[in-house]
């Protein structure tokens, strides 16, 4: 009968409808999976080339620094440099003097080193004096990368031998054990060092990336298995989505009107979804050639009726909510749209972000900075990451990771309240970063209070063993310009020279001056320093 093949067609498109959610949500979820490994893979291979290239390229400055200082032999003068030379280079385990036959004459440990046999060698690009090797130490097997250099001499060879592990830390995502397999390989295909699970999985997520400069190259392996593993729970919870979801639409409509308006964090949310996060620029000056260096960026909340909210009213929910991840994705990409164009004609503008301390847990940050970016006019050597002191980071050990990382990438870190903080120097020593930024309070202080004086001639001669730069921050009155020139302070920035600036206003600002040398560059007024306090004692510059 009809009516009943009309029932049956009913319940079998009923039947349809409900599976066709379940279905797609199958469907978007193996492709997740399967983008975030490939994803995941190669951000690791990535991470461990840049590690790779940054020790390597440090010790190869070592051994050119040892070198320049004459050393070329067994004797104890130059044993001593030797060993003041591994004291600074961590990922060195020792150096050594080559005799001409190839043989390990002396080392910074001892003077009668082991047996090494090269196993490997390959050409270090753009240095046709150098070569990079592989070799086995003593009766072990233990593997070895070793940097070769001549002596200025010419007759023994210069040499540091590094631990290919310490170039192949894994890391994991999930902060969980390592489940993905490591694999660096020299030019020639010799197998530097293995790091991760041994057995090999027979269907995995693979990515390859290479160091042009060391000949390096690294293959990074994560099992499906894993991967898919890992969201099982959100396979389950896909599931109970789909049935909550059949039910939801019936409830829906009645639900609607009474959604949450006075939720503190659905604002936020939808501030930023409204683009109500807008970038500020405060200038950073070179005091000594009152030139703009550059900005720190700082967030400002820009409501629609034109309030302008300031970080410290919605910064530590979003921290603590998570939604400053995506935030600062998004200042990223305005400060990046917003500046590209002047940024073109002036590459030597830095621009400093502040970071949370989540950044530091995971490799994300690493991930977003490349991909926001790569390819705009302004270059990741261009960037400044700004760490603070005030709030203690919760793994040091992540956060060294993660710096040297972004160092990897060319992007220059910085510690930032540096004094206003409780962790004291050995935070500095420990994470190894590029610039240190000095607390207003020390700058307060600066010519009344002796003890900060000293603490910030102590930070200066610090900064300069470890070549770090300095900025000064919250700079306000004239004197304190000329006590800083006074202790070598380049850099600076405080109200007196600018606030925090909209980006239209930062813009006209560089372009007054510092003007793009454009087709007329005869009629154009010279370029003059800020016409700011800074005028009087540097005296007009030279057009
Ligand atoms: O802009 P100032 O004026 O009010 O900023 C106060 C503090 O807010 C700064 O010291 C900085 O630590 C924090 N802050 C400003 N902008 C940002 C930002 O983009 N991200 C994070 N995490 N903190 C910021
Ligand atoms: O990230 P950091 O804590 O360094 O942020 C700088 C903060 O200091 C911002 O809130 C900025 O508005 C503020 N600031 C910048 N220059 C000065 C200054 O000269 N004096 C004072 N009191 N605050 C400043
Ligand atoms: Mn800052």
Redesign the pocket.
């Known amino acids: 009968m009809s009516s009943r093949v009309y029932k049956l067609a009913a319940v079998a498109v009923g039947v349809l409808m409900a599976a066709a959610p379940l279905a797609v949500f199958k469907l978007w979820l193996d492709d997740y999976v399967r983008r975030e490994g490939a994803f995941e893979v190669q951000a690791a291979a990535n991470h461990a080339v840049g590690l790779a290239e940054q020790r390597l390229g440090m010790t190869i400055d070592e051994l050119d620094k040892v070198a320049a200082r004459g050393v070329a032999s067994c004797r104890n003068d130059h044993l001593e440099v030797l060993r003041s030379a591994n004291f600074s280079a961590s990922p060195v385990k020792e150096f050594s003097i080559i005799g001409p036959d190839g043989r390990t004459l002396c080392s910074d440990l001892g003077a009668a080193p082991g047996e090494r046999a090269v196993v490997a060698s390959g050409p270090i690009a753009g240095r046709a004096d150098a070569a990079l090797e592989l070799v086995q130490v003593g009766s072990r097997q233990e593997r070895f990368l070793r940097l070769r250099r001549p002596t200025i001499t010419g007759a023994n060879v210069l040499a540091a031998l590094l631990p290919p592990d310490l170039l192949l830390t894994p890391i994991s995502a999930a902060g969980g054990p390592v489940l993905s397999q490591t694999q660096m390989r020299l030019a020639g295909g010799a197998i530097v060092g293995e790091a991760g699970p041994a057995a090999l999985p027979t269907e995995s997520f693979v990515a390859s990336a290479r160091s042009e400069r060391f000949g390096l190259s690294v293959m990074v392996l994560l099992p499906r298995s894993v991967k898919f593993r890992q969201h099982q729970d959100l396979e389950s919870i896909g599931y109970m989505i789909a049935g909550a979801m059949a039910l939801l639409l019936f409830g829906f409509a009645a639900l609607r009107p009474r959604r949450t308006r006075d939720n503190p964090v659905v604002e936020i949310e939808k501030a930023l979804k409204a683009g109500e996060f807008v970038p500020y620029y405060?200038p950073v000056i070179d005091i000594t050639t009152a030139r703009i260096r550059g900005a720190?960026v700082?967030m400002r909340w820009r409501k629609p009726d034109g309030t302008i909210i300031p970080p410290g009213h919605f910064i530590p929910l979003a921290e603590s909510s998570g939604l400053i991840a995506e935030m600062m994705r998004h200042l990223m990409r305005a400060v990046r749209d917003e500046m590209g164009d002047a940024v073109i004609d002036r590459p030597f503008l830095r621009f400093g972000f502040?970071l949370s301390a989540c950044h530091f847990r995971d490799d994300s940050i690493v991930a977003d900075v490349r991909e926001i970016f790569e390819g705009s006019t302004i270059r990741l050597a261009q960037l400044v990451l700004?760490l603070?002191e005030r709030h203690p980071l919760d793994n040091l050990t992540s956060a060294r990771r993660v710096i040297a990382a972004l160092q990897g990438l060319g992007v220059k870190v910085a510690i930032?309240?540096v004094g206003a903080g409780h962790s004291g120097l050995s935070y500095i020593l420990k994470l190894g970063v590029d610039i240190i930024?000095i607390d207003?309070i020390f700058i307060d202080a600066l010519g009344h209070d002796s003890n900060s004086t000293t603490i910030i001639e102590t930070l200066m001669d610090l900064a300069r063993n470890l070549r770090m730069d300095v900025i000064a921050?919250?700079?306000?009155n004239f004197e304190q310009v000329v006590a800083l020139r006074e202790r070598g302070i380049r850099a600076a920035?405080?109200?007196?020279f600018a606030?925090?600036l909209p980006g239209s206003a930062f813009l006209q600002l560089i372009e007054a001056t510092d003007p793009v040398a454009s087709v007329q560059e005869a009629t154009l007024p010279a370029r003059r320093p800020l016409a700011l306090p800074l005028a009087p004692p540097l005296g007009p510059r030279a057009a």
């Open positions: 405060q720190e700082l502040n700004e603070t930032d309240d930024k207003k921050e919250g700079v306000e920035q405080g109200y007196v606030p925090p």
